[in-house]
Structure formats: C-alpha cells, structure tokens
C-alpha cells in the first residue's frame, strides 16, 4: 500500500526547468544571464568557510540592501532565491479556502507555490498583447483573496505595468490583501512609465516588492532573492523560512555583485541593447511581439508552438515552450542574435503562423 499523499500536491507537475541545449545550440530558455561571473564574485566566493553555517539573518547583506533602497533592515529580508520568498510569502498569507490571484501567462512557479500553500489559484488571462488585466484582476477580488501577484515585467510576455496603471490598481485592492510585485527583471526596464516597487511602498503598506540576483546580476546558481516590504511581513515570512538556507558563498557573493554594481549594470546595458535587435529584427522578419522589458522576447505562437520551436531549435535556438501559448526567447550571447534572427525568418517562410500570431501578438 502507498502512503497518503495530499492529492493536489501529488497531481502537481514538477517544476520544468529551461531545455538544456545541444553544445552547438544556444540555451536560451531560463532568462539567464549569458554574462561570465565577474572575478570579484569569484574571488569572495572563494573564502567561504563551508565547513560553518551561514549567518541565517544575512545581517551583513540585508544591510546593504537596506542602505540601497532606503528602508531599516528589518524590511528586507532575503531567501534562496525570490522563488523561496514567494512560497514563504503566500504560506504566509493564504491556507485552505483563500485565493491568490495573479495574471495568467506569468511564472510558470506561481500556480505551485499557491497549491503548496493550500490555498485556490485564480488566474486572470492576460490581455491580449501580453498585458495583465489589471481591472480583471481587481474584479476578481472577494472576502476570500489574500495575496496578488502582479509581475512586471511579466515573465512570459516582457511587458510592464506602468505606474498609472498600478496605481488605478492598488485604489482597489482592500489594505488586507497582500500585493506581491514581482520584479524579477527590474533592472532590464528603461520605459520611464514603468511602476518601480521601492517607489511605490511609500504609498501602499500592503505591498511588498521582490527582487533577485538572479538574472541582471547573474548569480543564478547561487540562489540569492530579496525583499522589501514592512516588517510585520516579512517577519511571518521569516517564520516560514527554511533555516539557514542562503549559502555563505550565496551572501558573501550578493553582496561583492553590489560591489561592482555599475560593471554588471553595464551589462545589462548590452543585453538591452541586444534586445532592441533581436526585437526590431523579428518585427522585420514578420513576427507580432510584444515590446520586450525584461531580458526576453514572446512569440504568441497558439497553436503553432512546436512547430516554431522544432524550426528554432534546428537553427541552434532552445527557446522556452509554454504549452500551447507561444515560446519565450532569452536574449543570450551576441552569437545567438544571428542565428535567431535566421531561424525567425525560416519560421515565417515556412509555417502558417502569421494570422495566428497577429492575433495573439
Ligand atoms: C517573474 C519571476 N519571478 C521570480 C523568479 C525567480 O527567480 P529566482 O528564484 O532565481 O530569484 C523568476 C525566475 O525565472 C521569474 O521569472
């Protein structure tokens, strides 16, 4: 006999991780950072004690994030990735019979953190163009909504909430309800418009604003995320915290990426120029997409999805399939640009997509 198991969370899928590609082929399906670790990242990694545990309140990192963004140290908080805030903060606010409700396509972690959490995913489609529909999502609140997640720039679509519409938003939301903006791909954004979290705070005490090293910073295998928001918050999501869990090497090299802050930053400002080809170029070849924010584009693909994909893949690009939604590109090493932009115009030449595309685009 088996054992007992929850059966929502024995009929969750695992968590995809982005295709490993072929050694000629260009990984472009995790929004990573194609960047090589900087050597001061290198070098204060390596003087790690590993054989002692982490310092669990990450004092010294919390402390500098803290003096970043203005704020006491007690409203930051930081975890093994923003991923692990996010299961800390909706177990925090959301059990059984609560809803969490966020944009749907987003990250693909948000309808598992809420089953874990036992609480009811309320997914509300985006508008088409990739958009949240915010007023959707506002619509959709009851007595029983305790957390919101808005992400921007949303991961699939690249798009943003600007600050107008976060604002016609948050008048909406009941000041019990947590907000979760998600920005992940905060440092990709140039749009003036855009809402920026920290900013925001100020105006609302029900929100909390969720960053990483993972992706403008390029510290994705060491899982380094981070928070800020009041501190009665983030004390409930400390308290669901595992232990311990950001790695010495993680903060020791957190904390040297904000060293060399404007090295990475200059980066970043490559990648944003790479973005500004790779989109221009698959609007030329015939493509609709969305005007990309974060460090990847979208192709609303439908029902084409796997045909596109077989046709990147076979110019050397592995892209992110989503379902049957379309496929998310990173913008990855100047090598993949060409490529990219070849096997897009293979995809228009040879497959029935552009109707389908312009409409779902
Ligand atoms: C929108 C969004 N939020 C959060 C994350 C989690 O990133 P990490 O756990 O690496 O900080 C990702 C990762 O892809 C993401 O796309």
Redesign the pocket.
């Known amino acids: 006999m088996a054992v007992t198991l929850r059966p929502e969370i024995a009929a969750l899928p695992p968590y995809r991780q982005g295709r490993a590609a072929a050694a000629e082929a260009f990984k472009l399906s995790?929004?990573e950072n194609p960047s090589p670790t900087h050597p001061a990242i290198l070098a204060a990694i390596g003087e790690s004690n590993l054989n002692r545990y982490p310092d669990g309140a990450a004092t010294e990192l919390r402390a500098r994030l803290a003096e970043r963004a203005g704020v006491s140290i007690d409203e930051v908080h930081v975890g093994?990735?923003?991923?692990?805030i996010?299961y800390q903060l909706v177990q925090a606010a959301a059990g059984h019979g609560d809803e969490v409700i966020y944009p749907w396509r987003?990250?693909e972690?948000y309808p598992g953190i809420v089953t874990v959490a036992g609480a009811t995913s309320v997914q509300i489609p985006n508008l088409p163009g990739g958009h949240h529909d915010l007023d959707a999502m506002a619509a959709a609140i009851t007595d029983r909504t305790r957390v919101i997640i808005v992400?921007t720039p949303?991961?699939p679509t690249s798009t943003i909430v600007t600050t107008a519409q976060f604002t016609a938003f948050m008048a909406k939301v009941p000041p019990t309800v947590l907000v979760i903006l998600?920005e992940?791909?905060f440092e990709f954004v140039t749009d003036p418009h855009a809402v920026s979290g920290l900013v925001e705070l100020q105006n609302h005490p029900n929100l909390v604003v969720?960053r990483?090293?993972?992706?403008a910073f390029g510290l994705?295998g060491l899982?380094?995320?981070w928070t800020v928001g009041a501190s009665y918050i983030l004390d409930a999501a400390r308290s669901a915290a595992i232990p311990l869990a950001v790695t010495e090497p993680a903060q020791r090299a957190a904390i040297a990426a904000l060293d060399v802050e404007a090295d990475l930053l200059s980066g970043v400002a490559e990648l944003i120029e790479r973005r500004t080809r790779v989109f221009e170029g698959l609007t030329a070849a015939g493509l609709t997409v969305p005007e990309p924010h974060g460090n990847f584009v979208w192709v609303a693909a439908g029902a084409e999805t796997s045909a596109v994909a077989a046709v990147l893949e076979d110019g050397g690009i592995v892209g992110r399939v989503l379902g049957a939604d379309g496929i998310r590109i990173s913008i990855g090493e100047e090598e993949s640009v060409e490529r990219l932009l070849d096997s897009a115009a293979r995809v228009v030449a040879t497959l029935p997509l552009a109707a389908e595309n312009a409409r779902l685009g």
Do not use: E, H, I
């Open positions: 995790s929004n093994a990735g923003s991923s692990s996010l987003s990250f972690a992400c949303n991961n998600d992940a791909y969720l990483t090293f993972s992706k994705a899982r380094v995320g």
